[in-house]
């Protein structure tokens, strides 16, 4: 069946029929309706999926039939990068769909940054979802998640953010004026340029004394005592958008699969993501391979790496042995360790979405690797000089590939997507500290955080305000 009967099919259903969310712990399966809201199982408190009787909806034959829909770019819907596939999340009905124009991204060949990964030629790409609207990969889950607010009568949404989601649910809430956003964010861990877009936008800025962990902790329960719709990834619709992120990576690549996605970990939200859109397509038959997923910590911030590289915790057909996590964090707790990263997107201890990217990493035969701030701000400096500009988190990602091309886990010839998460302009004061000739300022941004030099550093020179002086030193230094 072609896709336009497809859209007019889904059109006349209510979503209800063929949506729902369910357990994902396979030994519990319990299901709810697409119309409740809820962040966890009924039964047992675990995460939950969104999920679909896919027997009714007419899913395309082919990938390559979604190229249909570029002609239907003067529609806002097909020319969001996330509802042009609204065929693989039919949550809502077409005619309730949200948009802000999200999704318009770039999958950059990078054969410099690709030198520097040690990859041959042709082989390194960048997903850089630094163009969405609000500036980061946020727009693509936010989307689905405001869309599913507003389609059960949300009037009021609020997350806990290291900066990058409470901008993009500040930036739906103003652009549409359809709710009222409230965010929590942790005490002098927000970068300046993620807070100013949250402050213009009017959102309800509430910042808390602790960390993005303990904002996380609080938001969950204030959303639930005030009847708040909580936006976070620990939110299934959320991670619906996301998996977007990689139906475009295909699309930029004709439709074949690549063998590596390379991505920052923080609360696990897009790597859980990739995985179950991977699993579908796979499911459906779309795809024939499954590429392998690597998340990248900082080290700062590396639960996942400890929990998976380090203590053996596997999703384990769905019996993952939790009690590993749990130990981790009391152990966190005793110690008093806190998550200390420069890159501040991704400085979270305690992962909401762990049990769905452990189901991930299986499925995709994963690997998890950390990262120090050296190695992410060093990456972030060759990004940028390739023309792509990143935030320090989205870095994380070049810097992983880099290590795992040297330990000979990724082939030279490999095909290897690396996600840029964020947008360079988020977070300019690590990156003009990197740059900067002040040593002073170089220290106090990031010595503590055990970043010693800057070796792709591009200096700004300092010149008297002197005609010659000026032209002597634009010809001895270009
Ligand atoms: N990169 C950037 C730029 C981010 O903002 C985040 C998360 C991540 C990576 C990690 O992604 O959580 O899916 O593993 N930022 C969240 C926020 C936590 O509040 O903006 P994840």
């Given at each position: 069946?072609?896709?336009?009967?497809?859209?007019?099919?889904?059109?006349?259903?209510?979503?209800?029929?063929?949506?729902?969310?369910?357990?994902?712990?396979?030994?519990?399966?319990?299901?709810?309706?697409?119309?409740?809201?809820?962040?966890a199982?009924?039964?047992?408190?675990?995460?939950?999926?969104?999920?679909?009787?896919?027997?009714?909806?007419?899913?395309?034959?082919?990938l390559?039939?979604?190229?249909?829909?570029?002609?239907?770019?003067?529609?806002?819907?097909?020319?969001?990068?996330?509802?042009?596939?609204?065929?693989?999340?039919?949550?809502?009905?077409?005619?309730?769909?949200?948009?802000?124009?999200?999704?318009?991204?770039?999958?950059?060949?990078?054969?410099?940054?690709?030198?520097?990964?040690?990859?041959?030629?042709?082989?390194?790409?960048?997903?850089?979802?630094?163009?969405?609207?609000?500036?980061?990969?946020?727009?693509?889950?936010?989307?689905?998640?405001?869309?599913?607010?507003?389609m059960?009568?949300?009037?009021?949404?609020?997350?806990?953010?290291?900066?990058?989601?409470?901008?993009?649910?500040?930036?739906?809430?103003?652009?549409?004026?359809?709710?009222?956003?409230?965010?929590?964010?942790?005490?002098?861990?927000?970068?300046?340029?993620?807070?100013?877009?949250?402050?213009?936008?009017?959102?309800?800025?509430?910042?808390?004394?602790?960390?993005?962990?303990?904002?996380?902790?609080?938001?969950?329960?204030?959303?639930?005592?005030?009847?708040?719709?909580?936006?976070n990834?620990?939110?299934?619709?959320?991670?619906?958008?996301?998996?977007?992120?990689?139906?475009?990576?295909?699309?930029?690549?004709?439709?074949?699969?690549?063998?590596?996605?390379?991505?920052?970990?923080?609360?696990?939200?897009?790597?859980?993501?990739?995985?179950?859109?991977?699993?579908?397509?796979?499911?459906?038959?779309?795809?024939e391979?499954?590429?392998?997923?690597?998340?990248?910590?900082?080290?700062?911030?590396?639960?996942?790496?400890?929990?998976?590289?380090?203590?053996?915790?596997?999703?384990?057909?769905?019996?993952?042995?939790?009690?590993?996590?749990?130990?981790?964090?009391?152990?966190?707790?005793?110690?008093?360790?806190?998550?200390?990263?420069?890159?501040?997107?991704?400085?979270?201890?305690?992962?909401?979405n762990?049990?769905?990217?452990?189901?991930?990493?299986?499925?995709?035969?994963?690997v998890?690797?950390?990262?120090?701030?050296?190695?992410?701000?060093?990456?972030?400096?060759?990004?940028?000089?390739?023309?792509?500009?990143?935030?320090?988190?989205?870095?994380?990602?070049?810097?992983?590939?880099?290590?795992?091309?040297?330990?000979?886990?990724?082939?030279?010839g490999?095909?290897?997507?690396?996600?840029?998460?964020?947008?360079?302009?988020?977070?300019?004061?690590?990156?003009?500290?990197?740059h900067?000739?002040?040593?002073?300022?170089?220290?106090?941004?990031?010595?503590?955080?055990?970043?010693?030099?800057?070796?792709?550093?591009?200096?700004?020179?300092?010149?008297?305000?002197?005609?010659?002086?000026?032209?002597?030193?634009?010809?001895?230094?270009?």
């Amino acid at each position: 069946m072609k896709i336009t009967t497809n859209i007019n099919s889904l059109l006349r259903r209510t979503n209800s029929e063929l949506a729902f969310q369910r357990c994902i712990n396979p030994f519990c399966g319990t299901t709810c309706a697409v119309t409740e809201v809820r962040t966890a199982c009924p039964k047992c408190g675990d995460l939950l999926d969104v999920d679909y009787d896919w027997s009714l909806v007419d899913i395309p034959s082919s990938l390559a039939e979604f190229e249909k829909h570029w002609q239907q770019r003067f529609s806002p819907v097909r020319f969001s990068g996330v509802w042009r596939f609204h065929e693989l999340l039919p949550f809502a009905p077409i005619d309730r769909l949200i948009t802000a124009g999200e999704g318009q991204t770039l999958l950059q060949q990078a054969d410099a940054v690709g030198r520097f990964v040690g990859m041959q030629p042709g082989k390194l790409y960048l997903q850089y979802e630094g163009m969405n609207p609000s500036g980061s990969f946020k727009d693509n889950g936010m989307v689905a998640a405001f869309t599913h607010a507003r389609m059960i009568g949300a009037s009021r949404a609020a997350c806990a953010s290291t900066g990058n989601t409470s901008a993009s649910l500040a930036m739906y809430c103003s652009v549409t004026q359809l709710m009222r956003a409230i965010i929590f964010i942790g005490s002098g861990k927000i970068s300046y340029g993620k807070l100013s877009q949250a402050l213009e936008y009017g959102a309800l800025t509430v910042q808390i004394a602790g960390d993005f962990d303990d904002a996380m902790q609080r938001v969950q329960e204030v959303a639930k005592d005030l009847g708040i719709y909580l936006v976070n990834s620990i939110n299934p619709f959320r991670l619906e958008g996301q998996k977007t992120v990689m139906f475009r990576v295909l699309e930029a690549l004709r439709w074949e699969v690549p063998d590596w996605i390379v991505v920052p970990g923080g609360n696990l939200g897009n790597s859980s993501a990739f995985g179950k859109a991977f699993y579908e397509l796979y499911k459906l038959g779309l795809i024939e391979r499954i590429p392998r997923l690597a998340v990248i910590n900082a080290a700062g911030a590396d639960t996942l790496y400890q929990l998976f590289e380090k203590r053996g915790l596997r999703w384990n057909y769905g019996k993952p042995a939790m009690e590993i996590a749990c130990h981790y964090y009391d152990e966190l707790d005793r110690d008093h360790r806190k998550a200390d990263t420069i890159a501040s997107a991704i400085e979270i201890n305690r992962p909401v979405n762990l049990k769905k990217c452990l189901r991930a990493l299986e499925f995709c035969d994963g690997v998890v690797r950390r990262v120090s701030d050296q190695e992410i701000l060093d990456a972030k400096a060759q990004v940028g000089a390739g023309g792509i500009g990143c935030e320090p988190a989205s870095a994380a990602s070049v810097a992983g590939a880099r290590l795992l091309r040297q330990e000979g886990v990724i082939a030279s010839g490999d095909r290897v997507v690396c996600i840029l998460t964020g947008h360079q302009l988020k977070d300019p004061t690590a990156t003009v500290a990197y740059h900067t000739a002040d040593q002073d300022k170089f220290n106090e941004v990031l010595g503590s955080r055990g970043v010693s030099r800057a070796a792709f550093a591009n200096r700004a020179v300092a010149v008297p305000n002197e005609l010659d002086a000026i032209i002597k030193a634009i010809q001895l230094y270009s």
